[in-house]
């Protein structure tokens, strides 16, 4: 995979910043680059559509969009383009993400937005399915990918033998 950017990254603010850390790490785990925003769905609407409309063009393949509160970040991305949007509802309201999770699941057909679960963890998902959607095109990504569920399975399997050394068949009677 070349060095120029497929993933671009919108945050609707500054502050969901920490969040969207759960994406940008993994993604440099992964060694892929990535470009980051910040573009406000009601305060910087005309900003928001420009970038949202010229991202294809400029050789995204896939966007990831973050927003708090009532959340119209990727849906109004995903009215401007034909990518992939992949929506990662940030806990910034008293509702504590909820609001932002229902707003980005319930768009109306025609309009899709992945939306992925409510923060850090939904941002690392959203890294993940930006790569998966990129697999197709960069075959390297493939085995990356594949490795990356193995060791979260090898874990899993050391954790069981871990547990099975403790917890005895008949420690409970
Ligand atoms: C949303 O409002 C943003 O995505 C953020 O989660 C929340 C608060 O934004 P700020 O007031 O911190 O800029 O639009």
Redesign the pocket.
């Known amino acids: 995979m070349n060095s120029k950017p497929r993933i671009l990254i919108i ?6 910043h920490h ?1 969207i850390e759960g994406a940008t790490k993994l993604l440099e785990e992964f060694g892929v680059s990535y470009q980051l925003t910040v573009s ?4 910087t609407s005309t900003r928001t559509i420009k970038i949202a409309s010229e991202a294809a063009d400029k050789g995204f393949r896939v966007i990831i969009a ?8 990727p849906g109004a991305i995903a009215a401007e383009t034909i990518l992939p949007v992949i929506g990662v509802p ?1 806990p ?2 008293v509702l504590l993400g909820m609001d ?1 999770m229902f707003s980005m699941v319930q768009m109306p057909p025609g309009v899709p937005v992945a939306t992925m679960a409510v923060g850090k963890g939904g941002a690392k998902n959203a890294a993940l399915f930006a790569l998966e959607v990129l697999a197709g095109e960069y075959h390297e990504l493939k085995a990356k990918l594949k490795n990356y569920k193995s060791e979260l399975a090898a874990k899993v399997t050391q954790d069981a033998q871990e547990f099975e050394k403790i917890f005895k068949p008949d420690s409970c009677s």
């Open positions: 945050v609707g603010s500054k502050s969901d969040v406000s769905a009601h305060r973050a927003a708090g509160w009532s959340a119209g970040l940030v910034s309201s932002a």
